[in-house]
């Protein structure tokens, strides 16, 4: 079975860090781009991190650029993000979700998604 | 970077009315355009990619078209099971993403 499962969310305080995980099986972790995804509680979702399958490209939004680091283990098929200096407008559900295998070829985002994570930043 | 307006930010409607959401973008993203549902408490669901494309096993009463900055997502004949909230995602260029704010649909 396909499946993408995420872990390590939690409450942290304001300005403190938390690293998020997603595990993978079902398919060749290593030939994928991988993505996470955010909904803040009762908001749209916001697009946050890609990273290529070689680790050599990432992208972020601009809301968490230099705070949020995304990386992998193809070993473990795992993905993962760093989150640093966190604030209240970082609380959202944390979704990790297969991407392209070659970008521009077939849907940038396909089913495989986790279930999600909960992030919440409060004192 | 480039932004996507999505309207209406809800509607509601009645089981088998045609339903139309739009989303625009602050520049040109040529067909570069998903639409997702999702449901309370799940993680969204993929309908169409550029920009008319359905995913597989997705109904044919769902459609999409547009190009350049202006896109469209059509419910020909909307069921009960329709009711969710619809997001467009722009993914043109550089690996940076935008989504839209969403659309609440709601059965009558």
């Known amino acids: 079975e396909v499946q993408l499962v995420e872990s390590g969310g939690g409450l942290v305080q304001p300005g403190g860090s938390l690293r998020l995980s997603c595990t993978a099986s079902?398919?060749?972790?290593?030939?994928?781009?991988m993505t996470w995804v955010r909904q803040a509680p009762g908001e749209g979702l916001e697009w946050v991190a890609n990273?290529?399958?070689?680790?050599?490209?990432?992208y972020y939004a601009d809301s968490v650029k230099g705070r949020f680091t995304v990386s992998r283990d193809n070993a473990k098929n795992s993905l993962y993000l760093q989150m640093s200096s966190l604030s209240a407008d970082d609380t959202a559900v944390y979704y990790c979700?297969?991407?392209?295998?070659?970008?521009?070829?077939?849907?940038?985002?396909?089913?495989?998604w986790g279930q999600g994570t909960t992030v919440t930043v409060s004192s | 970077d480039i932004q996507m307006t999505q309207s209406p930010s809800s509607l509601s409607a009645s089981v088998g009315d045609r339903v139309t959401i739009t989303c625009r973008a602050s520049?040109?993203?040529?067909?570069?355009l998903n639409w997702f549902q999702q449901k309370p408490g799940k993680a969204p669901k993929p309908l169409i990619y550029?920009?008319?494309t359905l995913h597989s096993d997705v109904p044919s009463r769902f459609s999409g078209s547009g190009s350049g900055t202006d896109f469209t997502l059509t419910i020909s004949s909307l069921q009960p099971e329709d009711s969710a909230t619809y997001f467009c995602?722009?993914?043109?260029?550089?690996?940076?993403?935008?989504f839209g704010r969403g659309t609440q649909v709601e059965i009558k």
């Open positions: 979700a297969r991407a392209w295998a070659t970008p521009g070829v077939g849907p940038p985002l396909s089913g495989v």
């Open positions: 079902g398919f060749t972790f290593r030939s994928y781009w």
């Open positions: 990273i290529k399958y070689d680790e050599t490209e990432k």
């Open positions: 520049q040109s993203i040529n067909t570069h």
């Open positions: 550029a920009a008319s």
């Open positions: 995602l722009q993914y043109y260029g550089a690996l940076t993403w935008t």
